[in-house]
């Protein structure tokens, strides 16, 4: 079993930047790669970005590409997302995932483990 907890999300104003992160606890020592994905009302969840856990590529949606930034710290288990010129359309509640083992970066299903969620709320 692996534990995830998010933390950092909030209100921010349109154009402003947050930090997410995402600490993971218990069976870590077979992480394939961790992403990030959110929903927001009315909406499917949706895939926002991947690291790979041995390698560190990283991947991401085309809708954020240039403004966020994945990142992992192997020491401290934790994956970070970095969120800058942030949009009113980026609200939404963003999860974390684990995934033990290969497939595609970017399907919701082949993730093992997910966090509670955390609100990051765009004003404009």
């Known amino acids: 079993q692996v534990q995830l907890v998010e933390s950092g999300g909030g209100l921010v104003q349109a154009g402003g930047s947050l930090r997410l992160s995402c600490a993971a606890s218990g069976r870590t020592v077979s992480t394939y790669a961790m992403g990030w994905f959110r929903q927001a009302p009315g909406k499917e969840r949706e895939f926002v970005a991947a690291i790979s856990w041995i390698t560190g590529s990283r991947y991401s949606a085309d809708s954020v590409k240039g403004r966020f930034t994945v990142s992992r710290d192997i020491a401290e288990n934790t994956v970070n997302l970095q969120m800058n010129s942030l949009k009113p359309e980026d609200t939404a509640v963003y999860y974390c995932?684990?995934?033990?083992?290969?497939?595609?970066?970017?399907?919701?299903?082949?993730?093992?483990?997910w966090g509670q969620g955390t609100q990051v709320t765009v004003s404009s």
């Open positions: 995932a684990s995934k033990y083992c290969c497939g595609t970066y970017y399907r919701s299903y082949e993730y093992d483990y």
